[in-house]
């Protein structure tokens, strides 16, 4: 079965604050994605990406940025965190081709006091 | 921008009943997939069904089934015989067939199933 991890399920941080979310899949997935869910609003795309070192912004990357070092891992960086980024944060991955079937993680509700 | 739609935030159902939950897209594609994903409360996402828009048969898994009309752009999730553990959010997803990487989300509808 498909692994997908997030570093922690809930996070606290003030304004201001650098705040890194990790996710790692076991299924060496070539694509891996970052939403965030909120209320009424279903899953937003923030930042994906389809190979190492590779990124491409989603629909709402204002505040937030990527890295991917390794095909495992793909890190979400909020370079200086604000209240409006107060959500539940989602990875996903999924390989090249098949039935474009995205696994996710457990989640991350980030709360920005 | 390519949308989904989910009508209805909430839906519930007696145990051991019927209900569809609805969803239309909009897309200019020809070739995409559309999946059904289901959220239990504080539990992860996972894929209930998927249908190839190429495909006019509709799938259907164990108790879940779709209603998919091409035409109409509408892609229906119809459960039978609700238990308790399909209470969850259920969100409706449209993605590209030929190198679009990316799903769109509805903003799903939470089903409560009423014992």
């Known amino acids: 079965d498909v692994k997908v991890t997030q570093s922690s399920r809930y996070l606290v941080k003030r304004t201001g604050e650098k705040v890194f979310l990790e996710c790692v899949q076991d299924?060496?997935?070539?694509?891996m994605f970052w939403y965030r869910q909120d209320p009424g609003l279903g899953l937003r795309l923030i930042y994906f990406?389809?190979?190492?070192?590779?990124?491409e912004k989603g629909d709402i990357p204002e505040g937030y940025s990527v890295s991917r070092e390794k095909k495992e891992r793909f890190s979400l960086i909020l370079e200086s965190a604000s209240t409006n980024q107060t959500s539940m944060y989602l990875c996903?991955?999924?390989?090249?081709?098949?039935?474009?079937?995205?696994?996710f993680g457990p989640g991350t509700r980030l709360t920005v006091t | 921008a390519q949308t989904v739609t989910q009508s209805q935030p909430e839906m519930s159902v007696q145990e051991a009943e019927t209900v569809t939950l609805s969803c239309t897209y909009d897309?200019?594609?020809?070739?995409?997939?559309l999946f059904w994903y289901k959220q239990p409360p504080s539990r992860q996402m996972i894929l209930v069904i998927r249908q190839e828009a190429y495909k006019q048969q509709n799938a259907t898994e164990n108790r879940f089934s779709v209603n998919f009309q091409k035409a109409a752009k509408s892609f229906s999730l119809k459960i039978s015989d609700s238990q308790l553990g399909d209470a969850a959010m259920y969100f409706c997803a449209r993605g590209g067939y030929f190198g679009n990487e990316k799903l769109t989300f509805g903003t799903g509808t939470r089903l409560t199933i009423i014992p």
């Open positions: 897309t200019s594609e020809s070739d995409y997939y």
């Open positions: 996903a991955s999924r390989g090249r081709g098949g039935t474009y079937e995205q696994y």
């Open positions: 990406s389809y190979d190492v070192k590779m990124k």
């Open positions: 299924m060496d997935h070539e694509n």
